[in-house]
């Protein structure tokens, strides 16, 4: 009786072990079917990433960064290409045969055929330097010109100045501080970012009774595809007759040199940074390069193409208390540093020039130009 008891006792213990590992088997069984299916599904999904990565958005991110790319550098060549035509074009010359071609390139463009607008741009480019290049060769000083390499005592002259890299031609106005307000004239009334107030020099001169006048800085042109969202804006320092100074913040450390008009006196400094904020000049304005310092050339060239170019050259310059104010044609800008040394000069920064060249003596005597953000004016004391 006791070895059955034994024995049925066993018997279920086994039967109890049996049962749990046939549980077990069954939960490790379904497990490796789990994991199978967690395998397989990420076995799919790598799959999926690959093929996502090489035929699907990868790919495609790739072909529309490269476009994009394409675009950037293609549209900027043409832009910069488009300027020179539009500098070209201030000149009143005949341009009907190059305007085919930037709008040639800009059809190009939004065909997405940038290889072909490329060449186009390159081709576009040499010819334009081209007919700037002709231009220049055919332009003459008249033989009436006064040759002289002595400024005027005082108001306008045209001059034929020769230094040893040429002969050019020269509009030069003088002025004593002694008997004339030098001012500086802006169109805003405060710092300006965009869409920014121009006038004509004509209209600077006009309302300020002046005698006389020239352009100013540099500035982003409406015109210039590159101007967008900066239109007609300087960031150049200046203070206008009006004690109002301009672009104060971003100049504290500019290396650009300034010129300030005083009652009496002119002063040139090298870097506007050496000037502070004194209001008591009649007029502040800082340009580039600076031409001469001190009686010593300064500027012989950099390797920037506008600098490089020919073309009319504004200048503000003095000698001594006289103030100066003139335009350099068919010049590069070294040229025109060389005519400011030839004159006797001591001091002189180039100003803006290209389309913006304007001169004022009883009417224009270079331009009008494009209008302008701010001038330079000759007022009778």
């Not at 480019?125 to 005027?152: G, Q, R, V």
């Not at 005519?339 to 009883?362: C, H, P, Q, R």
């Amino acid at each position: 009786m006791v070895y059955s008891m034994a024995f049925l006792s066993l018997a279920l213990y086994s039967y109890q072990i049996y049962q749990k590992n046939a549980a077990i088997r069954s939960e490790i069984r379904s497990a490796n079917r789990e994991k199978e299916d967690i395998a397989g599904k990420l076995s799919v999904a790598q799959t999926n990433y690959e093929t996502l990565k090489n035929e699907d958005q990868y790919l495609r991110n790739n072909t529309l960064e490269e476009e994009i790319n394409n675009i950037q550098e293609t549209y900027k060549n043409a832009v910069a290409v488009y300027e020179k035509l539009l500098d070209l074009k201030s000149g009143e010359e005949y341009t009907a045969d190059l305007d085919g071609s930037i709008a040639n390139i800009f059809s190009l463009l939004s065909q997405k055929n940038y290889a072909s607008a490329s060449a186009e741009i390159i081709s576009l480019s040499s010819n334009i330097k081209k007919k700037t290049d002709e231009i220049n060769a055919s332009y003459k000083i008249p033989e009436s010109i006064t040759a002289s390499n002595s400024p005027p005592v005082s108001g306008y002259q045209r001059q034929k100045v020769t230094t040893d890299t040429g002969s050019f031609m020269v509009d030069l106005i003088s002025a004593d501080v002694g008997s004339t307000k030098v001012i500086v004239d802006t169109a805003s009334d405060s710092d300006c970012g965009n869409d920014c107030p121009v006038l004509s020099l004509a209209d600077y001169v006009k309302r300020n009774n002046a005698y006389a006048g020239i352009n100013g800085t540099y500035f982003c042109p409406s015109t210039y595809p590159s101007c967008a969202g900066k239109t007609n804006s300087f960031d150049l320092l200046v203070m206008n007759h009006k004690k109002t100074y301009f672009n104060s913040g971003n100049n504290v450390y500019s290396n650009n040199p300034a010129v300030i008009f005083g009652d009496g006196y002119v002063r040139f400094v090298s870097s506007a940074s050496e000037w502070g904020r004194d209001t008591s000049p009649n007029g502040v304005l800082s340009n580039y390069p600076l031409m001469l310092l001190n009686s010593d050339l300064r500027f012989s060239g950099d390797g920037d193409e506008k600098k490089a170019s020919r073309g009319g050259r504004s200048f503000v310059a003095n000698k001594g208390n006289t103030v100066y104010i003139g335009v350099v044609f068919s010049a590069t800008v070294a040229d025109s540093a060389k005519v400011m040394k030839v004159l006797g000069f001591e001091n002189a920064i180039n100003l803006d020039n290209g389309g913006s060249t304007a001169l004022w003596y009883g009417g224009y005597k270079a331009g009008p130009g494009r209008n302008i953000p701010n001038a330079i004016l000759f007022v009778k004391k």
